[in-house]
């Protein structure tokens, strides 16, 4: 496979349930990124790693709690949601994650679709 | 502060017709600016990219976008708009460590 790929496309879950989406990148690159993207609002930047590092957590409630157990790979486990968490769930990466000349081109995954009843 | 803004939520146009998106954004420098494509039930696509140079980019699909730093604008253009075309475009200025996104501007195409 190339580019990102970001399992399960759909997910359907109740508020006492554990969850987890996965994402995955097979273009070699350094920085992975969860965003959330709500009706009629912008993209919210979740999380950001860079070299398995958290190098950003954009005020996201403790009931996401991220994993980057190497480069390549990107978790996101979900536990106690609300139904205000329902949104499409996008994972992006880019060569770094930036520095004084700005972030790289970013690479997007098709997203999970959460529904949280 | 940073800020990317699309002025216009819904655009509806005839194919065949041409099609310009705005976006105007706030940063203290430079920007690296991009547009991006976003088909329903899919990812973002990139369509261009500025980083520096020439300020009329080409990209991808027959896209084209204007920089002009007078008027903090980097506007997204395409001379004949194709049915597949429809989709909601994002507008983007990347700060030092992370992406600003627009709130995207839907593109509604009549055949």
């Known amino acids: 496979e190339t580019g990102v790929t970001q399992t399960p496309r759909h997910l359907v879950m109740g508020m006492t349930n554990k969850k987890s989406l996965k994402c995955e990148q097979h273009l070699g690159h350094n920085a992975m990124y969860w965003y959330k993207q709500s009706a009629k609002k912008p993209l919210e930047l979740m999380f950001v790693y860079n070299f398995k590092e958290q190098t950003e957590n954009n005020s996201v409630p403790s009931r996401f709690s991220p994993e980057c157990p190497n480069s390549s790979h990107l978790f996101l486990h979900l536990h106690t949601l609300q139904p205000e968490d329902s949104a499409l769930y996008l994972c992006?990466?880019?060569?770094?994650?930036?520095?004084?000349?700005?972030?790289?081109?970013?690479?997007f995954g098709p997203g999970t679709r959460l529904t949280v009843l | 502060a940073q800020s990317v803004t699309q002025p216009d939520i819904h655009i509806t146009v005839s194919e065949g017709a041409s099609l310009e998106l705005r976006c105007n954004y706030s940063y203290g420098a430079t920007p690296y600016l991009f547009w991006y494509v976003q088909s329903p039930g899919q990812g973002l696509q990139l369509l261009l990219k500025y980083f520096s140079g020439d300020t009329l980019v080409q990209g991808i699909k027959g896209f084209e976008a204007e920089f002009k730093r007078s008027q903090s604008s980097f506007n997204l253009r395409k001379p004949s708009v194709h049915w597949s075309d429809a989709a909601e475009y994002f507008c983007a200025v990347s700060g030092t460590y992370k992406y600003i996104f627009g709130t995207g501007t839907r593109l509604k195409v009549l055949a």
């Open positions: 992006a990466s880019s060569r770094t994650s930036g520095g004084v000349g700005g972030v790289d081109e970013q690479f």
